[in-house]
Structure formats: structure tokens, C-alpha cells
T-cell receptor, first 108, second 116 residues
Framework: AQRVTQPEKLLSVFKGAPVELKCNYS??????LFWYVQYSRQRLQLLLR??SRESIKGFTADLNKGETSFHLKKPFAQEEDSAMYYC??????????FGKGTKLSVIP | EAGVAQSPRYKIIEKRQSVAFWCNPI?????LYWYQQILGQGPKLLIQ????????DSQLPKDRFSAERLKGVDSTLKIQPAKLEDSAVYLC??????????????FGQGTRLTVV
């Protein structure tokens, strides 16, 4: 069965500092990885997916199959980045499995 | 385009009572999901529909939970009877068609259920 692990429940960084939210997964096949974000009082929404290899709001994430990781990175944190971040994995055509989430707090 | 709509937003019931949640997905989305999110945890898939057929309900507690998606559009999730541990946010999501690579899931605002 697939599993997604986000080791940090809370990550606090100062504004302007680099951010790295960790995500590790376990799945024997070729996964599809996503990062979802939930801002305060808003619905869960897609931030980025590995197949797009895009940068959204300055965030990037690279799939490392050797380390089974999909860490989310941003070089300079902004206050508006404060939110809950969830890493998610889709195995085949089936269920989207979420990690427990990391709360990012950017200190002004 | 309009987003995924859910109602009610909040519900408080006593244990052993029954409750139902409603979801209207984005128009044209074939895939619909119900997730349960307990405080401090990530969303957990309960059931997934492709049009009006069930694709995955392996984590649905079938002794008390049921869901249907008649006509392949709206969906309802029911709990009968409710237990204290069912207190959670119930999220509905939809995607265009995950079997054709359109896999981005759009989420509703959720229904916060409190069982007392």
C-alpha cells in the first residue's frame, strides 16, 4: 500500500529565509506526486504537481525516485506563504493519498 | 467556473443519530471523492466514484457509512449511526477524469461534523 510521510508538523521560518517542506513516499510503482495547500479559512487547493515541473508562487518540487522524496522548496519565504501544506500521491488510477500535513509559519 | 459545493457547512449531532452530507461537483467532472479529515491529520479517502460507479471504497466503514452518486452528478454521504470518533471535516472533491490523465482534484469547503 502507498504511504506519504511529512515528518514535520510545524515549520517556522523568518521572512526571506529559504523554506523546505519534506515529503517522503512509499510506493512500488511510478507515482504521481502533488503538493496541496490550504490557506486560513480557504479550501484545499493544488499548488503543484511533479509532472508539470513548474514553479508556482516561487515554490518548486523535484521528484527524487532514488530517495522516494518530493520536497517542496522556496528560496525566500513570504508572510503570505503561511498555510498548511499537504503532500499527496496518486498510485496508478486510484486513490489520492495525503500526508498528515506541515504547518508553515513565516515570521515577519 | 463554479467550484465544488458542499452542504451543510457545519453539523452537530448526538451519537447514534444519523446525518447526511451533500456534494455538487464541478460540472462535467466524472470523478468524485469523499474524504474524512480528522483534526491534525491529512485527508483520508472514504470513497471514490467514476460517474455513478464506485471505484474504491476500501476505507469506507460500511457498517455505518454509505454513499451514492445517482445520475453521476451530485453525491450524498450518510452516517448511521454516528459515533464520537466520526467527528471530522468531510471533504468532497472532483476531477475531470482521472482515467484520462485529468487528475487534479478540486475540493469543496467541507462539512465540519461534531458528534457529542
Amino acid at each position: 500500500a502507498q504511504r506519504v510521510t511529512q515528518p514535520e508538523k510545524l515549520l517556522s521560518v523568518f521572512k526571506g529565509a529559504p523554506v523546505e517542506l519534506k515529503c517522503n513516499y512509499s510506493y512500488s510503482g511510478s507515482p504521481e506526486l502533488f503538493w496541496y495547500v490550504q490557506y486560513s479559512r480557504q479550501r484545499l487547493q493544488l499548488l503543484l504537481r511533479h509532472i508539470s515541473r513548474e514553479s508556482i508562487k516561487g515554490f518548486t518540487a523535484d521528484l527524487n525516485k532514488g530517495e522516494t522524496s518530493f520536497h517542496l522548496k522556496k528560496p525566500f519565504a513570504q508572510e503570505e506563504d503561511s498555510a498548511m501544506y499537504y503532500c499527496a500521491l496518486r498510485a496508478g488510477s486510484y486513490q489520492l493519498t495525503f500526508g498528515k500535513g506541515t504547518k508553515l509559519s513565516v515570521i515577519p | 467556473e463554479a467550484g465544488v459545493a458542499q452542504s451543510p457547512r457545519y453539523k452537530i449531532i448526538e451519537k447514534r443519530q444519523s446525518v447526511a452530507f451533500w456534494c455538487n461537483p464541478i460540472s462535467g467532472h466524472a470523478t468524485l471523492y469523499w474524504y474524512q479529515q480528522i483534526l491534525g491529520q491529512g485527508p483520508k479517502l472514504l470513497i471514490q466514484f467514476q460517474n455513478n460507479g464506485v471505484v474504491d471504497d476500501s476505507q469506507l466503514p460500511k457498517d455505518r457509512f454509505s454513499a451514492e452518486r445517482l445520475k453521476g452528478v451530485d453525491s450524498t454521504l450518510k452516517i448511521q449511526p454516528a459515533k464520537l470518533e466520526d467527528s471530522a471535516v468531510y471533504l468532497c472533491a472532483s476531477s475531470l477524469n482521472q482515467f484520462q490523465g485529468r487528475t487534479e482534484a478540486f475540493f469543496g469547503q467541507g462539512t465540519r461534523l461534531t458528534v457529542v
